[in-house]
């Protein structure tokens, strides 16, 4: 398997617009976490979905994110309108409930809002 | 509510010394997980380690150890002869039982900077 694939690996935008990262979780996984890294806040839990069903969503910081699964080989999450708060490396992780619960994550976003 | 706490934010060793990277976490639960990741300087995040909370073994894998305490509610990391490529920040993990809690939660991270 080719592992967690993340697209784009880095975005960069003006504020305002949409942003829209893409993750393709390793075949076979049941649970999928999309987290955001910064230097203040480090590693953050957006959302999480099991068996594409969103879980818990706590961790969206404002409306303007909002995050989908449409099939279990595909999970997307949108910035609008995005704001330069918002520039930060986001992460795709996924495990397997019947394989172990370590999360495998993908290379990441890094997204640049100007 | 649970919490992992890497008290050390960075450390700078010489290269050929050992070096410990402290994990403290904080749950309810009787059954959980902890996990340690490396995030090298290309960025991506790569899984070590996991342990269960009922086996307190400790583990070595080559020059890494891992020491889980109970006792203490510490999961500690050492690296020995330490080597320039193990320059990275290292995250402490922690994962509630499966079925109820399937969140991942991370500490701040340890910057270790192996100086040659």
């Known amino acids: 398997d080719a592992g967690v694939i993340q697209s784009p690996r880095h975005e960069v935008t003006e504020m305002g617009q949409e942003v829209t990262l893409r993750c393709k979780p390793i075949s076979g996984h049941d649970y999928l976490f999309w987290y955001r890294q910064t230097m203040m806040r480090g590693l953050e839990l957006l959302i999480y979905?099991?068996?594409?069903?969103?879980?818990?969503d706590s961790g969206m910081p404002e409306d303007r994110f909002s995050a989908k699964m449409p099939n279990a080989s595909f999970s997307t999450l949108k910035i609008q309108p995005s704001e330069p708060r918002d520039s930060a490396v986001y992460f795709c992780?996924?495990?397997?409930?019947?394989?172990?619960?370590?999360?495998?994550f993908g290379q990441g976003t890094r997204l640049t809002v100007v | 509510a649970q919490k992992v706490t890497q008290a050390q934010t960075e450390i700078s060793v010489v290269e050929k010394e050992d070096v410990t990277l402290d994990c403290v976490y904080e749950?309810?639960?009787?059954?959980?997980?902890l996990f340690w990741y490396k995030q090298p300087p290309s960025g991506e995040l790569v899984f070590l380690i996991r342990?269960?909370?009922?086996?307190?073994q400790n583990e070595i894998s080559g020059r890494y150890s891992w020491n889980f305490q109970k006792s203490t509610s510490s999961f500690n990391f050492t690296i020995t002869a330490s080597q320039v490529v193990d320059s990275a920040v290292y995250f402490c993990?922690?994962?509630?039982?499966?079925?109820?809690?399937?969140?991942?939660?991370f500490g701040k991270g340890t910057r270790l900077h192996i100086l040659p």
């Open positions: 993990a922690l994962k509630g039982p499966m079925n109820r809690d399937d969140k991942i939660i």
């Open positions: 749950t309810r639960d009787t059954t959980y997980y």
């Open positions: 979905f099991n068996n594409n069903v969103p879980i818990d």
């Open positions: 342990r269960n909370s009922f086996d307190e």
């Open positions: 992780a996924c495990y397997a409930t019947l394989m172990g619960t370590e999360a495998f």
